[in-house]
Structure formats: structure tokens, C-alpha cells
């Protein structure tokens, strides 16, 4: 009942901001805010918007399969957000953009434009619905079942609630919540962290000290070129993978440009930027203390490292401790989870009526395309459940993250180069672009045994970058 009573609170404090922050809302106001952000609030937000509940639940399990070795993805993060700040940020307010893919359609033709709004709505449609539907599993196991509520019920009522604080403020509404629920999860973790040094009776001294000792606290592998955790290929696919995840993701986008200006939006975004290397670092170093609590009482360590940390939820013998973990597990994902999936739905809502409808101010249009997303997303969990299967959710992953690409090839196309592209072949380009860097992954499999890890998404950019130019004339 403790948890129970931790939602209902978490979400009633959601629905007072948003009725604050929603009073006479526009469209002008959902889609960017009236462009009247406070920065630092937008940059807080950012940091937890970005660490989805999976990511919660995830990271910390790193530690037993990859060690630290994850920051050095961190590490090029920061170089990335340093290229969206000081790169593409100022094409977009120098355009004054609510999309960002109106860009697509301003330098390169309204096929490239379409094409782009396509690849975002359906990639941030299956990958937010992923990783919403594994919180909502973990949410069944530790509360719902054992009050008999159906899993298609907790679907609804979650995605029902995201919908409620959402509807009139989008945006605007985010900005404020997205702050809030940064505040729980850093909370949560935090707390985490304490009660397993407290079990451990460690001070924080003690506590740094072991982590930094502990052979899985090795963060650079300078050493081995074939690892996939190689520094330079873990640097390099961190910034790319900013520049295409954030810089080119309407979902990460569309709360920086709510900034009163230019240089407020790039001040929000390296104070986030840098903010993720010591926000994973606590990640990782509670992965790093689990594992050593769980040696010292000889308990086995789990085969997948997402499941450490439930481990540490569900082991206590203490029904006070039990629930005192079991609390702060829930408030940690639900915060991590719900400031991901609402900008989700609230980007997937903007890209649709701007970019495919080309209707930005109409209200009804709006509010209804809000609803039928929401109602998506609910058909889309229950088929990820309906399937129960691990390796679907793996494969949709991998899908998700071979449509990126194309994202990376088209702006760096229109940034960097003057040519005139075919505008009409533009979509066979991008279509074709993953399926050969499947191709060519499955060929280095067999051939040289070497497996394309973070690295294919700057292959996939590309392929689809040497497509456009092999179909582009010169602008003269």
C-alpha cells in the first residue's frame, strides 16, 4: 500500500504543475512553450528526460558484464552536445522552428522533409512504446499483481495519466514536470545508494574508496581494437550518438528550443551535456556496490545485469526494508520512465501536425492527434506482451537503432554540402541505407568475426550521406 500511496502523491503533485503551468495554453504554447523557458530548469528536466526508466534499471547492471568502461560513451556525449549547441542550434532558431525536420524540407525538398518526419515518428513510436511496456512489467510485478489488476489496466491508466498533465501544456507543462521528476529520480537513486552503504557500513569515504579499488570500476580500454568497448570506438559513437539521438530527435529537441534565445538554449545544453558523465557515474558505482554487498553475503551474482538491482529490491528478509526499497525502486523508474515517454508522446503529437499534416494551429487537430498517439501507444504495449518475448523486444531495438542513420545523412548532407539532391529518390536512399549496413554487418560477422556495436549508426549515416551524394547535381 506504501507504493500505491507514492504513485497516487507522485502524480497528484504532476497534475497540480501541470494545471499551474497549462493556464490559457495555445498551440503556440504545447508545441514550444511561447519560447519562454528558463534554461537551467530546461537543462535539470533534460537530465532525467534523457535516462529513461530501462536506463534506471539498466546501467547499473553494467558494471557486472562491461565494467565502467560505458562512461568513455559518456565522455564523447559531451563532445556531441558541444557540436548540437554550437552547430545545429543555431540553424534552428536562426529558422525560428517548431520541427526540426522543416529544415529537411527548406534546403533539400518536401520528399527529404516527409521522409525525415516518417523515420522519427515511426522509430520514437516503437522504441518509447519498448521501453514504457518493460516499466510497465516491472510496475505489474511489484504492485499491480498483487492487487489482481489486469496488465492491459495498468497500461491504460498509466498512458491515461501521461495523457491527463500532458493534454493542454505539452511542452510547457514538460519543462515544469520534467524538473520534478529529475528531482524524484536523482532522490530515489540517491537514497538507493545510501541504504546500500548503510547496509555495508560504509561511510561515503569507505564507499569511494571500495568502488575505485573494485577491479569492475575499469573505465578505459585503450588495448584491444577488436572490444567493442574500445575508447575511441565508444568516444566516437557517444558523440554521434548525441548528435543524432538529440541533435536530430524532435522528442530532445523540442524542449531546447523553447529557450528565450540562442544562447540560452546552448548554455541549457552543456550544462546537460557534461551533467551525464557524473549522473551515470552514480549509475555504475551502485552497480559496483550491489555486487560487492551481494559477495559479502555470498548470494550469487545474477547472469543479466538488469536484473541486480531488483535483485537488491526483492532480497530483504526486513518487510520494512522491503518496502522502504521497493518504494524508492518504483519512484526511481516511475520518474525515469514517465519525463521519457511524455516527451515522447508530446514530440510524436508536434511531428505529426506540423510535419505530415502541415497544420500547426489547429487546436482540434491537435488535441485529437494527442489522444489517438496515446491510444497507440497503448495497442503497441499490449502487442509487445502479447508476443512475451525477449528477443523481439532485441530485435525492435536494433530496428530502432538502424533508422537513425538515415536522420545522421540527411542534415549532414544539407549542413555541409551546397548540392541539390533528387528530392524524389531521396526516400529510396533512406530506405535502403539500413538494410545494407545489416548487409555488411552480417558480411564482417562471417568474414572477420568482428561485430559493428555503437559504430554502425556513423556507418548507416554514411552509406545514406554517399546515396544523396551520388544522386545530387551542383546548386550552380
Known amino acids: 500500500m506504501w507504493i500505491i500511496a507514492i504513485i497516487l502523491v507522485y502524480f497528484a503533485v504532476l497534475m497540480a504543475i501541470s494545471r499551474l503551468a497549462a493556464k490559457r495554453t495555445t498551440n503556440e504554447t504545447f508545441f514550444r512553450a511561447n519560447r519562454r523557458s528558463p534554461w537551467y530548469m530546461v537543462a535539470f528536466g533534460m537530465v532525467g528526460a534523457s535516462i529513461s526508466g530501462v536506463t534506471f534499471v539498466s546501467v547499473p547492471g553494467m558494471a557486472l558484464s562491461s565494467q565502467m568502461t560505458y562512461l568513455q560513451v559518456c565522455l564523447g556525449f559531451i563532445v556531441g552536445y558541444l557540436a548540437v549547441a554550437f ?4 540553424v534552428y532558431y536562426k529558422l525560428n522552428l517548431t520541427s526540426i525536420y522543416t529544415y529537411l524540407g527548406q534546403r533539400l525538398g518536401q520528399h527529404s522533409y516527409k521522409t525525415g518526419a516518417w523515420f522519427f515518428l ?13 516499466i510497465c512489467i516491472i510496475l505489474q510485478q511489484f504492485v499491480f499483481d498483487a492487487l489482481g489488476v489486469p496488465f492491459f489496466v495498468n497500461v ?9 498533465y500532458t493534454r493542454k501544456g505539452g511542452v510547457r507543462t514538460l519543462v515544469f514536470t520534467d524538473t520534478f521528476q529529475t528531482l524524484c529520480l536523482f532522490s530515489a537513486l540517491l537514497l538507493i545508494i545510501y541504504m ?6 560504509f561511510s561515503l569515504m569507505d564507499a569511494f574508496r571500495s ?37 536530430l530527435d524532435q522528442d530532445m529537441m523540442q524542449k531546447n528550443l523553447t529557450c528565450r534565445s540562442l544562447q540560452e538554449a546552448q548554455k541549457d545544453m552543456c550544462s546537460y551535456g557534461v551533467a ?5 557515474l552514480l549509475f555504475l558505482s551502485l552497480g559496483v556496490l550491489l555486487a560487492q554487498l551481494f559477495e559479502s553475503q555470498s548470494v550469487v551474482l545474477p547472469s543479466k545485469g538488469d536484473e541486480l538491482l531488483p535483485m537488491f529490491v526483492q532480497g530483504s528478509a526486513d518487510s520494512s526494508l522491503f518496502t522502504l526499497h521497493s518504494s524508492l525502486f518504483v519512484l526511481g523508474i516511475v520518474a525515469a520512465s514517465f519525463s521519457s515517454a511524455d516527451s515522447a508522446l508530446t514530440s510524436l503529437t508536434t511531428s505529426y501536425c506540423v510535419d505530415i499534416r502541415n497544420n500547426a494551429d489547429d487546436e482540434r487537430l491537435r488535441k485529437r492527434t494527442h489522444l489517438i498517439i496515446c491510444g497507440l501507444f497503448v495497442i503497441f504495449i499490449l502487442l509487445f506482451q502479447a508476443f512475451n518475448s525477449t528477443s523481439l523486444i532485441d530485435a525492435i531495438y536494433t530496428i530502432v537503432s ?6 545522421l545523412g540527411l542534415f549532414t ?15 529510396l536512399v533512406c530506405v535502403a541505407s539500413p538494410f545494407m549496413c545489416y548487409a555488411i554487418d552480417t558480411l564482417a560477422q562471417h568474414l572477420w568475426d568482428y561485430h559493428f556495436g555503437y559504430e554502425l549508426l556513423m556507418l548507416n549515416g554514411l552509406l545514406t550521406f554517399l546515396g544523396l551524394l551520388l544522386l545530387s547535381r551542383s546548386s550552380r
Do not use: C
Not at 515511426?122 to 518493460?134: D, E, P
Not at 551525464?276 to 551515470?280: I, L, M, R
Open 87 to 90: 552547430v545545429l542550434l543555431p
Open 122 to 134: 515511426l522509430s520514437k513510436m516503437i522504441g518509447a512504446s519498448v521501453k514504457f511496456y518493460v
Open 413 to 427: 548532407f544539407g549542413l555541409f554540402t551546397r548540392r541539390q539532391v533528387r528530392d524524389h529518390l531521396v526516400p
Open 156 to 164: 491504460i491508466g498509466m498512458v491515461l495519466l501521461i495523457w491527463l
Open 402 to 407: 538502424y533508422t537513425y542513420g538515415p536522420l
Open 276 to 280: 551525464f558523465v557524473p549522473a551515470n
Open 211 to 247: 568502488v575505485a579499488a573494485d577491479e569492475r570500476s575499469r573505465v578505459f580500454v585503450m588495448d584491444d581494437w577488436q572490444s567493442p568497448h574500445n575508447f575511441w570506438k565508444q568516444f566516437l559513437s557517444g558523440a554521434f550518438i548525441v548528435i543524432v539521438m538529440t541533435g
Open 196 to 201: 546500500v552503504m548503510r547496509q555495508m557500513d
